[in-house]
């Protein structure tokens, strides 16, 4: 068993123990924390492994969540189905995307993706008759179920979302040692060259948006059920800026670094809280620090220090 | 009130909008012409500019002109001197690297957004326009009677939109001579062509791109004391004109000026007109997805020469 296998089967461990130990305080935080951080890692497939800086990812994340909530709330669509349709729905919308954007490259791909973001989020306030526009809707109880158990019990749902974390923090394991996660590094390090050695750089950058949108999709669809609610502030612009703070924070380019971003800016924004309530003034001054001093994030910078094996 | 005096209203409010849109945009034009980067806080410097006009007229509270005058002269200033300490403090520091420039701009869109949240707090706040006079506007029919010549009710405007008209075209003129003629222009210019070649001819290229950046945010705040008589300051208004900048420079293609003033005033008519005869939400889907495909398939821009 390799060192990074180890410390990713560590980390879920000590979340598994962390679920019977915590206070309910910041049990609940952490429940939320992971669905966000399998956010994050989605958003660090395509920013940290290809190199593609999107600013829409939003959408993705709202795919997810109103394919869920949509179909729980007219079609009494139980769970089990509700769930993978809302990761499927971002998934199509990410190739639609994907195919579009794809044809631009640095600061373009930023704009078209924040536009396709922003119009979804129109088209969200402009349906507002069905998806309850900026107000949203809430999840009942009842349909708040999955395999028999109450979603909305904290201790269930700290527990799927441990589920969803490891599932996709393996998956991201084992992806960026894949062949395919080794050419995404190449085509982030060198397009021309990927190229140049043969590989399908198109095919495998739509590959990673394909899969970035799904993951992001699957954190909206499960945010969606855990949580209770569905709302249009979840297709908003900043929402499409957290995923990437949190992966410059942790470390792009980690496995690991996702979470550690999210659970670093998650309780950094709780401290700010006690002095302001303009929360993403936290945000933004971390946005300028990062890029000003931390470019590689916080595990980023311990793979430079004393980790090198770090994926 | 009918079609006809209907539509004459849509395209007067339509050309008040443009003309605003025109300057803000060439702010933001300029800062990706010259500087190659895109500045996701432009919104926020065009949000200060409002809310700083405010507070200016607040010092010169005896008489409305005298307050506008001041706001006119100091905030747009100011708001370039911010911008200006952004730059040298953090821009410079990144080497003006696109893609991190773009995220230490989305971060000071955050900060400057909550400090005025925390400072002038969540309310719309007015400033009085120093003169502000109805226009009737006449409106010719024909009737059994032969021609008949009448003000329709309702067909008006005001003195001041008038001036803000005449304003944000003098301000663009002047854009446009200084980029043309002047020694400034040329350094600019130079700068935009090529960096590496302009630095080998001694250009101080680090600082024009300060000037450069200081020049689009005062720009941006100029439109916004023009604009805040008529619309309220308020710490959420940057929204829009950034959208709209955005929508303007792609359209206009990227770093081109003349492109820049032809799609403000395409865009900034057509959005007062759809506004007033369709829903603004769908309008601001369809001008969405357009810019969005516009930047697919054009890169250049509709009005740009050839595709960068």
């Known amino acids: 068993m390799s060192r990074a296998l180890?410390?990713?089967?560590?980390?879920?461990?000590?979340?598994?123990?962390?679920?019977?130990?915590?206070?309910?305080?910041?049990?609940?935080?952490?429940?939320?924390?992971?669905?966000?951080?399998?956010?994050a890692m989605g958003y660090n497939i395509l920013f940290g492994y290809a190199g593609l800086l999107s600013l829409g990812h939003a959408m993705f994340f709202a795919a997810g969540m109103y394919g869920m909530g949509l179909t729980v709330r007219y079609w009494d669509w139980p769970m089990i189905l509700a769930l993978p349709f809302?990761?499927?729905?971002?998934?199509?919308?990410?190739?639609?995307?994907?195919?579009?954007?794809?044809?631009?490259?640095?600061?373009?791909?930023?704009?078209?993706?924040?536009?396709?973001?922003?119009?979804?989020?129109?088209?969200?306030?402009?349906?507002?008759?069905?998806?309850?526009?900026?107000?949203?809707?809430?999840?009942?109880?009842?349909?708040?179920?999955?395999?028999?158990?109450?979603?909305?019990?904290?201790?269930?749902?700290?527990?799927?979302?441990?589920?969803?974390?490891?599932?996709?923090?393996?998956?991201?394991?084992?992806?960026?040692?894949?062949?395919?996660?080794?050419?995404?590094?190449?085509?982030?390090e060198n397009e021309?060259?990927?190229?140049?050695?043969?590989?399908?750089?198109?095919?495998?950058?739509?590959?990673?948006?394909?899969?970035?949108?799904s993951v992001a999709g699957a954190a909206g669809a499960a945010y969606g059920a855990l949580f209770g609610s569905v709302g249009a502030s979840f297709a908003e612009v900043p929402f499409s800026i957290l995923p990437l703070l949190y992966v410059l924070a942790g470390g792009a380019g980690t496995v690991i670094g996702p979470f550690v971003g999210t659970a670093f800016m998650f309780y950094l924004r709780d401290l700010a809280g006690t002095v302001t309530d303009a929360h993403m003034l936290v945000a933004g001054a971390a946005l300028i620090a990062l890029t000003l001093f931390a470019r590689r994030g916080l595990m980023g910078l311990v793979r430079a220090r004393w980790a090198g094996w770090l994926p | 009130m009918e079609f006809g005096p209907h539509l004459i209203l849509a395209l007067l409010e339509g050309l008040v909008q443009a003309s605003v849109l025109m300057l803000t945009a060439l702010g933001l034009s300029l800062v990706f012409g010259v500087m190659r980067v895109v500045n996701v806080a432009h919104g926020e410097f065009f949000m200060l500019g409002a809310v700083l006009a405010h507070v200016v007229?607040?010092?010169?509270?005896?008489?409305?002109?005298?307050?506008?005058?001041?706001?006119?002269?100091?905030?747009?200033?100011?708001?370039?001197?911010?911008?200006?300490?952004?730059?040298?403090?953090?821009?410079?520091?990144?080497?003006?690297?696109?893609e991190r420039t773009i995220v230490a701009t989305i971060g000071l869109l955050y900060v400057i957004q909550q400090l005025t949240l925390m400072t002038f707090g969540p309310e719309a706040r007015p400033v009085t326009a120093p003169f502000n006079h109805r226009i009737a506007i006449p409106w010719i029919e024909t009737t059994a009677a032969g021609l008949s010549f009448y003000f329709p009710w309702g067909l008006s405007t005001t003195s001041y939109k008038l001036f803000v008209v005449v304003a944000a075209f003098a301000a663009s003129a002047g854009v446009w001579l200084m980029m043309a003629r002047g020694r400034v222009g040329l350094v600019l210019r130079a700068t935009q062509l090529d960096r590496e070649t302009a630095q080998a001819f001694a250009i101080p290229v680090h600082q024009v791109y300060g000037f450069v950046f200081a020049l689009g945010a005062g720009l941006a705040a100029l439109g916004a004391v023009l604009v805040v008589p008529i619309r309220q300051a308020h710490y959420l208004m940057g929204g829009d004109p950034l959208l709209l900048s955005f929508i303007v420079v792609i359209i206009g293609g990227l770093g081109s000026l003349?492109?820049?003033?032809?799609?403000?005033?395409?865009?900034?008519?057509?959005?007062?007109?759809?506004?007033?005869?369709?829903?603004?939400?769908?309008?601001?889907?369809?001008?969405?997805?357009?810019?969005?495909?516009?930047?697919?398939?054009?890169?250049?821009?509709?009005?740009?020469?050839?595709?960068?």
């Open chain 1, 6 to 39: 180890v410390l990713h089967l560590g980390l879920i461990a000590v979340l598994f123990a962390a679920a019977f130990l915590l206070p309910a305080y910041h049990h609940g935080n952490l429940a939320r924390i992971m669905v966000l951080a399998v956010y």
């Open chain 2, 258 to 308: 003349r492109g820049t003033v032809w799609a403000a005033l395409l865009i900034g008519m057509s959005d007062g007109i759809v506004s007033v005869f369709f829903s603004p939400t769908l309008a601001k889907i369809l001008a969405t997805l357009l810019v969005a495909l516009v930047l697919v398939y054009r890169p250049g821009g509709l009005f740009g020469a050839k595709p960068a």
């Open chain 1, 86 to 188: 809302g990761t499927l729905a971002a998934a199509a919308l990410a190739l639609l995307v994907a195919v579009l954007a794809l044809r631009t490259a640095g600061v373009a791909f930023m704009i078209v993706t924040l536009m396709f973001s922003q119009a979804g989020f129109l088209v969200i306030l402009y349906f507002n008759p069905i998806t309850r526009g900026d107000e949203g809707f809430v999840i009942p109880q009842a349909a708040r179920r999955l395999a028999g158990l109450d979603l909305s019990d904290p201790m269930n749902r700290y527990l799927a979302a441990l589920v969803l974390f490891s599932v996709v923090l393996l998956a991201c394991h084992r992806l960026v040692l894949s062949r395919l996660g080794r050419v995404l590094v190449a085509i982030r």
């Open chain 2, 57 to 98: 007229a607040g010092w010169f509270g005896a008489h409305p002109a005298l307050g506008f005058i001041a706001a006119l002269l100091l905030a747009p200033p100011l708001v370039a001197l911010a911008a200006l300490a952004f730059d040298r403090t953090v821009l410079h520091r990144l080497g003006h690297d696109p």
């Open chain 1, 192 to 213: 021309e060259r990927a190229r140049l050695l043969g590989y399908d750089v198109w095919a495998h950058k739509l590959g990673a948006v394909v899969l970035s949108g």
